[in-house]
């Protein structure tokens, strides 16, 4: 009844839930405000005390010169604050300051700073949303997509992978948060469904297909991708055997299809600073640490698994029957005809283990994203983050035995910061 306007519900959706975060979405709103305003207060105070470092007092122009010995070494200060200071920081405060570079925020990024009865009537909505009518509203949104109706645009695509991870991303905190009984699997059950992943799966390659690449699309899928892995994981340890069999035998699909093992392996290979946001950064690394996870959880139970590989034919050439064109006439083939000259794909089919996938991840271009990402440890807002790039590095250093990506000049002054 209401399809002719769920491309338009979809937009109010995607403006809606983009810029609010669906985990804290979860928490209770009136005690999670108390904390961000002690938490921007922390910021506040760290940020005066940055500039105080730099700050000259009103009778610096009188000036004052020391002399500061250091083992044989001497040291000649300019400052008043020597005096007082701590000489470390008072040499800390001549250093140039370095000239921060500007961070490239795509579509997806960004915070929303709505007051608390925006939030908690968005929490109310979202919960209600889920339980109610997910399902439906995903089915007939991807149904008109696939049947490429006059009134989907391009952007949809986007927006629809975007509002399927958000509130995918809600249920699984919301369900850790007040149980299991309350939040059943079949609210989502939409995203499991077989005409789902590979439609996923095709707009990502499409996305890194496309020339310019939509990076914003292809993070959207990367993060959507991540959520229903996640969705998996949770259902495989369910009590219920029907969602543990459901959750056995979509990764069986997934990891024999081996589109989704090559796609998390190059967007991690082909991150390049400035091309892509940080935020892209950010689920690249979370879909290679949770993929890599959950895979190895499925392997120890399969022993070898066997992957689908796309291989491209030799175009098949067909001579034209009866009368040569050298004769002056041209047979006119025959769609079949045309449709076998046209390049064709053929899959084959090999056995391959965890330990074989995991040492792909051993590549000189992987470990230099995951230091990049490492580098910016000072801009992390959870634990989560450094656990998973550290996840990522040890797999590389330990578990493969690749230490010699390690070997490299810039990771002495990296091992130094942290």
């Not at 200060?77 to 020597?82: E, F, G, L, R, V």
């Not at 025959?334 to 449709?339: A, D, N």
Request: net charge positive; aromatic share 10%; hydrophobic share 40%.
């Amino acid at each position: 009844m209401f399809n002719p306007w769920n491309n338009l519900l979809l937009e109010i959706f995607y403006l809606l839930f983009r810029g609010v975060n669906p985990v804290s979405l979860t928490l209770n709103q009136r005690q999670k405000t108390k904390e961000d305003l002690k938490n921007l207060l922390d910021v506040e105070a760290k940020s005066k005390r940055e500039d105080r470092k730099h700050s000259s007092s009103r009778h610096s122009r009188f000036g004052t010169t020391i002399t500061v010995k250091s083992g044989n070494e001497q040291f000649i200060m300019h400052s008043q604050q020597a005096l007082t200071a701590d000489t470390t920081s008072v040499m800390d405060m001549a250093k140039k300051k370095v000239t921060k570079r500007v961070k490239k925020l795509d579509e997806l990024g960004g915070n929303s700073f709505l007051n608390v009865d925006a939030l908690i009537s968005l929490q109310t909505f979202a919960k209600g949303f889920i339980t109610n009518c997910f399902n439906r509203f995903l089915s007939s949104l991807l149904k008109d997509i696939r049947a490429e109706r006059a009134k989907i645009t391009e952007k949809d695509n986007l927006r629809l992978l975007f509002v399927a991870k958000w509130f995918l991303e809600f249920f699984l905190h919301i369900r850790e948060k007040e149980g299991e009984a309350t939040w059943r699997f079949t609210f989502v059950s939409e995203v499991v469904d077989e005409t789902w992943v590979p439609w996923v799966l095709r707009r990502m390659r499409e996305a890194q297909d496309d020339k310019p690449k939509q990076w914003t699309e292809l993070r959207a899928g990367v993060d959507c991708l991540t959520q229903l892995l996640l969705l998996i994981e949770c259902m495989s340890s369910s009590k219920d055997d029907a969602f543990a069999e459901v959750s056995q035998a979509l990764q069986h699909k997934l990891y024999y299809n081996g589109e989704i093992l090559d796609l998390a392996f190059e967007t991690l290979k082909s991150y390049k600073e400035g091309s892509q946001s940080i935020a892209y950064l950010d689920s690249t690394i979370h879909l290679g640490y949770v993929l890599l996870r959950v895979l190895e959880k499925w392997a120890k139970t399969r022993g070898e698994m066997v992957v689908r590989r796309k291989k491209k034919a030799k175009n098949k050439k067909k001579k034209a029957k009866g009368v040569t064109e050298e004769e002056g006439i041209v047979d006119v083939a025959s769609e079949e005809e045309m449709e076998e000259v046209n390049e064709e794909h053929e899959y084959r089919e090999s056995m391959t283990t965890f330990e074989v996938y995991e040492a792909r991840f051993a590549n000189p271009d992987v470990t230099n994203t995951c230091l990049f990402y490492l580098s910016r440890y000072k801009e992390y807002d959870s634990p989560e983050r450094m656990k998973r790039v550290v996840g990522l590095l040890h797999r590389q250093a330990v578990k493969v035995k690749a230490e010699g990506l390690f070997f490299q000049v810039n990771i002495p002054p990296l091992s130094q910061r942290l």
